[in-house]
């Protein structure tokens, strides 16, 4: 089977596909080559009240039931998802651009792992008994309510799930507003959902840019917000939700360090720094774009690396022996552009790619940067795309230094043979998902999330249940109730 990229209606509310074509027109592109495949509406206010109200009468009943009922749920949507693995990730890469190669094996399949987890851990979840000496008391796991969650454009179909699936299992309704640069598969999640037993009104898509998602932020009956964004946008929508003590949980950019050290294995080291730049053409959070490079290893790393990156098979995604595609917008190819006209003004030596791929699509060259410093623009802001910053660095506790030194704090990876070492200096990172000898594996069995400006919370593994749910204490008293009066 293949999907049609032109979805049957712009939202998913209530069970159904709803439309409003008051909403502002926005065109999906396919960023391989610029052809337009699909159009939708942002959501007006009716939208917006409709997801909300039907959210909100859904969630009451559906948290009343068992964790296990509530789990069926999530695990029979994760066998449709890799039933349908095929066609849900040719339209990922009609959505995005990310080759086939890539999104057979990662997005749709990264969200099934989510909903099987946290289908399989609904069950799990109990509160505690707590023995007060004669008196005692328990506590209880309670849904929050209505979440809203809101995408970046890099894993339409991952963010949708891996914020869907916990707030699901946890008892709670979500609303999923997509980015408006690639607002279809998330409405494919919310068909899914409903295939496989989920009542209508706790799973809602709706489509819109900043506008529509702070609409949901501000409202009153949402009671807590998961974004994926940038930094600027996170402080914007973490603001917006204290007005109303709203939860949150904020997955932010980054601009992470991966250090190599010179006893490290030279292919894969080449490998991880390849993994940390280059997978998705460069549009991944945590990638590792700082990468500190220990002066005996750096020629042989350089050469190894051009080596490498000159097999990069760059093309059609739709190719799956491609293995490099464009980025997911034009705008965003014109920043990152813009960021290697920085970096050759700044005087970074370019030692491979720098340019734009001309046709169509919005292709860029992998590009790497050697002779970095610390203090140039392609070493302190997150660029968004496949533009490697290689520095050059002598001494561990110097580098862990220069590592540190960023606003943000998502990921680090280091690359070394001495295994005290790694520890050592992963200990010292200021991160919140770090790599030995490996680079952006995000199983969902592990937390994944930032310190520092890089976001609040984690998602994925258990730890994500906190993050969806609230303790109750209830404490019982055996005896008599002695009072002052
Ligand atoms: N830490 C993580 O897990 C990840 C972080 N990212 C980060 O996302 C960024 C790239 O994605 P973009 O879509 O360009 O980010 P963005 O910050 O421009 O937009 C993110 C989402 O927020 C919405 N939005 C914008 N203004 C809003 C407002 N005032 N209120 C509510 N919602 C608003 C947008 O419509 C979009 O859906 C990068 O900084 C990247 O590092 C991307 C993927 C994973």
Known sequence: MAYNTQPTASHFVNGTYLEDTDGELIEV??????????????????????????????????????????????????????????????????????????????????????????????????????????????????ALGVCVGIGAWN????????????????????????SETTPLCALKVAEILVEAGLPAGLYNVIQGAGAVGAALVTDPDVDKVSLTGSVPTG???????????????????????????????????????????????????????????QKGIKEAFLKRLAERLATAKIGDPMDETVNFGPMTSQHQREIVMSYIAKGKEEGARLVFGGA??????????????????????????????????VLDFEDEEDVIARANDTEFGLSAGVFTSDLTRGHRVIGLMEAGSCFLNSYNDAPVEMPFGGSKMSGVGRENAKVAIEHYSQVKSVYVRMGDVESPF
């Open 235 to 293: 402080r914007k929508v973490y603001a917006a939700a204290a007005d109303s003590m709203k939860h949150v949980t904020m997955e932010l950019g980054g601009k992470s360090p991966l250090i190599i050290f010179d006893d490290a294995d030279l292919e894969n080291a080449v490998g991880g720094a390849i993994l940390a730049n280059f997978y998705s053409s460069g549009q991944v959070c945590s990638n590792g774009t700082r990468v500190f490079v």
């Open 29 to 142: 592109v396919y960023p391989a080559t610029g052809a337009v495949i699909a159009r939708v509406h942002a959501a007006t206010p009716a939208v917006v009240a409709a997801a909300i109200s039907s959210a909100k009468a859904a969630q009451k009943e559906w948290a009343t039931k068992s964790g296990t009922e509530r789990g069926r749920v999530l695990r029979r949507a994760a066998d449709i998802m890799r039933e349908r693995n095929h066609a849900l990730s040719q339209l990922e890469t009609y959505d995005t651009g990310k080759p086939m190669s890539e999104t057979l094996y990662v997005d749709a399949t990264s969200g099934a792992d989510a909903l099987e987890y946290f289908g399989g851990l609904a069950g799990a979840l109990t509160g505690e008994h707590v023995n007060l000496g004669g008196d005692w008391g328990y506590t209880v796991r309670e």
């Open 356 to 389: 734009k791929i001309e046709g169509d699509g919005f292709f860029i060259q992998p590009t790497v940067f050697a002779d970095v410093k610390d203090d140039m623009v392609i070493a302190r802001e997150e660029i968004f795309g496949p533009v490697m910053a």
């Open 155 to 178: 894993y339409p179909t991952q963010i949708a799930c891996w914020k869907g699936a916990p707030a699901l299992a946890c008892g709670n309704a979500m609303i999923f507003k997509p």
